[in-house]
T-cell receptor, first 116, second 113 residues
């Protein structure tokens, strides 16, 4: 597809379960970002990939959160032992080069996670 | 600690009039500022940006103003159109952490016919 693709679009899970969220960036984009938006909050930075490496993972809220990127393309965000406070919309974005100064972060539609 | 603040959660404007969306920041290390627009069930899309070396940047109907001394920026939309109805997010980044944007909580703009 032409844009950033995320799956699933909606995920309802029980507290304590693990979840995986997938992001397929725009072809050729070397930089990939994960953000999340909790209810009533702004977008919160989680992690940034340049190629397959993550030079900035400072936003991951706990060690239950991890992410990887393979082949310089698809990324997976994994949340282990989910908690209710993990409920949020998880947004993935990609850009041609790393660095927000390009301004052009292309976002996907997000994955809405609800932890019961 | 909210470093980028959008104190107005919502704004209503008549079609054809000016919309002014405001954003304040607390971190003096921010040197690049952006506005994103978000429609329901879609991801945010980049709208306009400004570097701290400038105080104004214009792109068609959209103009962003930066007042560094007040740590304040604003987005002006003239004339406002119904299709501008969306949530607008202000974002900021710091030199050296250009990969990370700090977002405000957003302002929902409704342009009425």
């Amino acid at each position: 597809g032409a844009g950033v693709s995320q799956s699933p679009s909606n995920k309802v899970t029980e507290k304590g379960k693990d979840v995986e969220l997938r992001c397929d960036p725009i072809s050729g984009h070397t930089a990939l970002y994960w953000y999340r938006q909790s209810l009533g909050q702004g977008l919160e930075f989680l992690i940034y990939f340049q190629g397959n490496s993550a030079p900035d993972k400072s936003g991951l809220p706990s060690d239950r959160f991890s992410a990887e990127r393979t082949g310089g393309s698809v990324s997976t965000l994994t949340i282990q032992r989910t908690q209710q406070e993990d409920s949020a919309v998880y947004l993935c974005a990609s850009s041609l080069v790393g660095g927000a100064k390009t301004g052009e972060l292309f976002f996907g539609e997000g994955s809405r996670l609800t932890v019961l | 600690d909210q470093q980028v603040k959008q104190n107005s959660p919502s704004l209503s404007v008549q079609e054809g009039r000016i919309s002014i969306l405001n954003c304040d920041y607390t971190n003096s290390m921010f040197d690049y500022f952006l506005w994103y627009k978000k429609y329901p069930a879609e991801g945010p899309t980049f709208l306009i940006s400004i570097s701290s070396i400038k105080d104004k940047n214009e792109d068609g109907r959209f103009t962003v103003f930066l007042n560094k001394s007040a740590k304040h920026l604003s987005l002006h939309i003239v004339p406002s159109q119904p299709g501008d109805s969306a949530v607008y997010f202000c974002a900021a980044s710091k030199t050296g952490t250009a990969s990370k944007l700090t977002f405000g909580t957003g302002t929902r703009l409704q342009v009425m016919l």
